[in-house]
């Protein structure tokens, strides 16, 4: 797939500047450079995505740990008001 790149103009999807279009070891050399960058910004772009993500999943565990507890909080407050409804119907 890669073969063409730095093969001299035109070759690996267009001109590519000077360098590219002379070709020979110089062509090749820039051409696996770009490769290379590209392959490295590609990584770090994943990384900053997947942490983002992470920090997300992260953020939204604790909303739904706060909203548990605020439920258990209003399970107890009903509980109470049946005791007290129950209470007062016995006298």
């Given at each position: ?56 999943i992260d953020f939204h565990s604790e ?29």
């Amino acid at each position: 797939m890669y073969s063409a790149l730095g093969k001299g103009e035109g070759a690996g999807g267009g001109s590519g500047g000077s360098v590219r279009k002379s070709g020979g070891k110089m062509g090749e050399m820039e051409a696996a450079n770009e490769e290379m960058y590209f392959r490295k910004l590609q990584e770090e772009q994943l990384k900053a995505l997947s942490k983002n993500v992470q920090q997300s999943i992260d953020f939204h565990s604790e909303e739904v740990k706060d909203l548990e507890a605020q439920i258990a909080v209003h399970k107890r407050k009903i509980s109470k008001l049946e005791k007290m409804k129950d209470g007062s119907d016995s006298d």
